[in-house]
């Protein structure tokens, strides 16, 4: 268990898991619902981004999220760029010198392949990490019709050694398939053990699922699953490695459902409250119709990966900023079958807290927030509307896969 993972409880259940709730938060660091001894201090401590360790990588800025789309042609980077979009991961066949070209020109950023242009062009700002291939954990038929693992964890990790010995200023990234949180995924191969050993081939790991779109019993519409692999990743890695999220933006092979834009906020932000610190767009459609570049021709993706981008945009500095696991808020969700997930962060003025249920049923969730003044005001960002705190206490309904982000400020 983790420091932004909550104790969720039905109403009922709340008053005998307390005591158990209470002596588990001294042993995992989980926060806890009750009053606060004292008042606990909001500040900014100076906080650069987690990617600040490398010098030619993504920028230190803590104004800057990492907002990316995959193996998109570099020529519609400023169209990227309008609705929020500020990396380019995968540059097919390249990085060439027309796609840099096209790039700088947009003021656009790119993780690509180290290949021999890209060795010659070291001092290029353009270019602020490696990629290392994609999905190693799937099956790859052989030359004899077998299923073998594509790559196993000991050419991974050989392999990011080359490429951080040619240029150690720059971070490396590898992506992983949906086997990290599928347990059923019938190209994968890797368990825990494997997982644990592919993680140390990279600076940067990232992983996809679509389950919007899947028509794969276990996956279909299970959208819980981005945060279950953005959950493992962390563990498996210790915590050592920055995990990015890969989530989809179109109907990709699926003709007859995508997800609905309720749905790609809650994928992005269920991401982010277990820990993200990366969200990456997969654009590419096949079906019902051929679109490469399906969130900037459609208006409705459009609109709603803009909606996202902005608000994530806006929040760079707070999601940048060092996560509140010591006085993280605690929440009690009054469906029991309903997990209500919250990520807590102190920065400027105001204690933020993320929130977002687990499942697709509706809740009712009570926060409980250490160290606020006995009055405060939690605005709900994008909703147009604010909640009472009083004592540190508030609460909100949710829809099935429910998301709000409050920001709370000392009240009258």
């Given at each position: 268990m983790r420091t932004n993972r909550v104790v969720t409880l039905s109403v009922v259940a709340a008053v005998v898991a307390a005591v158990v709730a209470v002596a588990g938060a001294m042993a995992y660091g989980v926060a806890v619902e009750e009053p606060a001894a004292k008042e606990v201090p909001v500040r900014d401590t100076g906080h650069k981004s987690v990617h600040a360790q490398w010098t030619n990588g993504p920028s230190s800025d803590p104004s800057f999220f990492p907002i990316g789309v995959w193996a998109q042609a570099p020529s519609r980077a400023a169209r990227y760029k309008e609705i929020g979009v500020n990396l380019f991961l995968s540059l097919h066949g390249g990085p060439t010198e027309k796609q840099l070209a096209d790039l700088k020109k947009a003021g656009m950023?790119?993780?690509?392949?180290?290949?021999?242009?890209?060795?010659?062009?070291?001092?290029?700002?353009?270019?602020?990490?490696?990629?290392?291939?994609?999905?190693?954990?799937?099956?790859?038929?052989?030359?004899?019709?077998?299923?073998?693992?594509?790559?196993?964890?000991?050419?991974?990790?050989?392999?990011?050694?080359?490429?951080?010995?040619?240029?150690?200023?720059?971070?490396?990234?590898?992506?992983?398939?949906?086997?990290?949180?599928?347990?059923?995924?019938?190209?994968?191969?890797?368990?825990?053990?494997?997982?644990?050993?592919?993680?140390?081939?990279?600076?940067?790991?990232?992983?996809?699922?679509?389950?919007?779109?899947?028509?794969?019993?276990?996956?279909?519409?299970?959208?819980?699953?981005?945060?279950?692999?953005?959950?493992?990743?962390?563990?498996?890695?210790?915590?050592?490695?920055?995990?990015?999220?890969?989530?989809?933006?179109?109907?990709?092979?699926?003709?007859?459902?995508?997800?609905?834009?309720?749905?790609?906020?809650?994928?992005?932000?269920?991401?982010?409250?277990?820990?993200?610190?990366?969200?990456?767009?997969?654009?590419?459609?096949?079906?019902?119709?051929?679109?490469?570049?399906?969130?900037?021709n459609d208006p409705t993706v459009k609109a709603a990966v803009t909606g996202i981008n902005k608000q994530i945009a806006e929040l760079a500095p707070v999601l940048n900023s060092p996560t509140d696991s010591r006085n993280g808020a605690s929440v009690t969700s009054s469906n029991s079958d309903?997990?209500?997930?919250?990520?807590?962060?102190?920065?400027?003025?105001?204690?933020?807290?993320?929130?977002?249920?687990?499942?697709?049923?509706?809740?009712?969730?009570?926060?409980?927030?250490?160290?606020?003044?006995?009055?405060?005001?939690?605005?709900?960002?994008?909703?147009?509307r604010t909640i009472k705190v009083s004592g540190g206490r508030f609460a909100d309904g949710f829809k099935p896969y429910g998301v709000h982000l409050y920001k709370i400020t000392a009240g009258e």
């Open positions: 950023k790119t993780i690509c392949a180290q290949n021999d242009f890209a060795l010659k062009h070291l001092d290029d700002p353009t270019i602020i990490g490696w990629m290392h291939g994609d999905e190693p954990d799937n099956f790859t038929k052989n030359a004899e019709g077998k299923w073998v693992p594509k790559h196993k964890p000991d050419v991974i990790i050989a392999d990011y050694e080359r490429i951080r010995k040619n240029d150690p200023t720059r971070p490396v990234l590898l992506n992983l398939g949906q086997g990290v949180a599928n347990d059923g995924w019938k190209g994968g191969w890797a368990k825990a053990p494997d997982y644990q050993e592919l993680v140390k081939g990279c600076d940067i790991v990232s992983y996809d699922i679509y389950p919007a779109c899947s028509t794969r019993p276990e996956v279909a519409g299970k959208l819980e699953l981005c945060a279950k692999g953005v959950d493992r990743l962390r563990t498996w890695s210790d915590d050592r490695k920055i995990v990015w999220f890969i989530t989809e933006a179109a109907h990709i092979q699926n003709p007859n459902r995508m997800a609905t834009p309720d749905e790609m906020r809650f994928e992005v932000w269920s991401a982010l409250v277990h820990g993200a610190r990366g969200i990456v767009y997969f654009c590419h459609q096949w079906k019902p119709k051929r679109d490469f570049a399906f969130p900037i309903v997990p209500v997930d919250v990520i807590t962060k102190r920065h400027g003025e105001a204690v933020y807290v993320f929130a977002v249920a687990m499942r697709r049923s509706a809740t009712k969730a009570a926060f409980g927030v250490p160290g606020l003044p006995g009055q405060a005001v939690a605005e709900v960002l994008g909703e147009d």
